[in-house]
């Protein structure tokens, strides 16, 4: 959504980078994913994309994999392999997956990935106990024996963020209750929510590369810059994205009336827009018929600056997020392939 000095040749390599984690992720993944008793195994590989509603082999999109890309490449940025970074890439996919099987049936969202969610095939219970398995999973792929000596730590790292991830969630649905909510609330709940998982992702990644503590701490922060513009490209898409591209209704976090990120700049604005958008939001509750347009309260939002605001802060944290790449002990090309990752999040549409 922000315009970046992106080339089709980084493109092109950022999709790589995707693409490769998935094949080396998907493995591991479905062998943890197999594990689980039934019928939370049936629900999980339908959340996932590899089979339909009644359990027959699927294709459907599965992700973007873009934390475990993360975790390959930070372990490859500090000079390790990726092949022995397999076990925390998917213990942040497993993670990643949880927080959205949960997520859907606190938001009552119907669709994701394109298709409808786990909780409206199968019910908010089913949905809900596999969201627990993937979480409990997530634990285990790291504490396996006869894994690094270094396991344990990132048992903590992970268990730390999902603290963190819990706590985000929580406080964005208590926002929804709210009738004013500061920029620096928000962006606390933001790092909490999505930042976290990204940032350790990173750390992790760097972790069992093998990498010294400056060069792990220097990935972490990368990782919370880019989450936090993730995030706020979140927000964006989640008021101007393209349904036929997200996968998501159009302007739902409107209807739901979330105070996303530049809902909650436009509301501080002190503009008349904001004044508007502020009575709309709390005196007017979405009705059956779904209340006042989303197109009325998007324009409202765009008019009192929130849109700009959150574009200009994404490519902020773009900046401070390709600042951590700059010196970094592995091969320059692992670094060009986290930049390249880096500028898919600014440019990203889905
Ligand atoms: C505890 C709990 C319920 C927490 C919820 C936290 C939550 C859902 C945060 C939102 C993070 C986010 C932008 C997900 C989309 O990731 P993505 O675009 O990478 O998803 P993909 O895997 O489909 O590509």
């Known amino acids: 959504m922000t315009t970046v000095p992106d080339t089709k040749d980084e493109r092109r390599d950022a999709h790589r980078a995707l693409r490769e984690a998935r094949q080396l992720l998907d493995p591991g993944l479905r062998a943890w994913v197999r594990r689980l008793p039934e019928p939370v195994a049936r629900v999980a590989s339908y959340h996932f994309g590899w089979t339909d509603s009644a359990g027959r082999p699927d294709t459907a999109p599965a992700g973007k994999a873009l934390r475990p890309a993360l975790v390959f490449g930070c372990a490859e940025a500090v000079g390790g392999r990726a092949a022995d970074a397999v076990a925390p890439a998917v213990a942040v996919e497993l993670i990643h997956n949880f927080s959205l099987l949960h997520d859907d049936i606190l938001d009552g969202d119907a669709t994701r990935r394109h298709r409808a969610t786990a909780w409206a095939v199968f019910g908010s219970s089913a949905a809900l106990l596999a969201g627990d398995a993937l979480l409990n999973q997530a634990g285990r792929v790291l504490a396996e024996p006869g894994g690094p000596p270094h396991a344990l730590t990132g048992v903590r790292w992970l268990s730390d963020a999902t603290a963190q991830l819990i706590d985000g969630e929580q406080t964005d649905l208590a926002f929804e209750e709210r009738a004013r909510v500061s920029l620096d609330e928000c962006l606390l709940m933001t790092e ?94 979405p009705g059956e018929d779904g209340g006042v347009p989303v197109d009325t309260l998007a324009a409202l939002v765009a008019e009192a600056g929130g849109r700009t605001w959150a574009e200009e802060a994404t490519a902020e944290q773009l900046t401070l997020a390709r600042g951590c790449l700059t010196a970094l002990p592995g091969p320059p090309e692992a670094a060009a392939q986290l930049t390249a990752l880096v500028n898919l999040v600014a440019d990203r549409d889905h």
């Open 192 to 285: 909490r929510k999505t930042a976290a998982l990204l940032a350790c992702s990173c750390a992790l990644g760097a972790l069992w590369g093998g990498g010294d503590e400056h060069a792990t701490e220097t990935l972490r922060r990368f990782g919370h810059h880019l989450g936090m513009a993730f995030q706020l490209t979140d927000d964006l898409l989640g008021i101007w994205g393209d349904p036929r591209v997200t996968g998501k209704p159009a302007g739902a976090d409107l209807a739901s009336r979330k105070k996303s990120l530049p809902v909650v700049a436009a509301l501080d604005s002190g503009t008349p827009a904001g004044h508007r958008l502020a009575e709309l939001y709390t005196d007017e509750e």
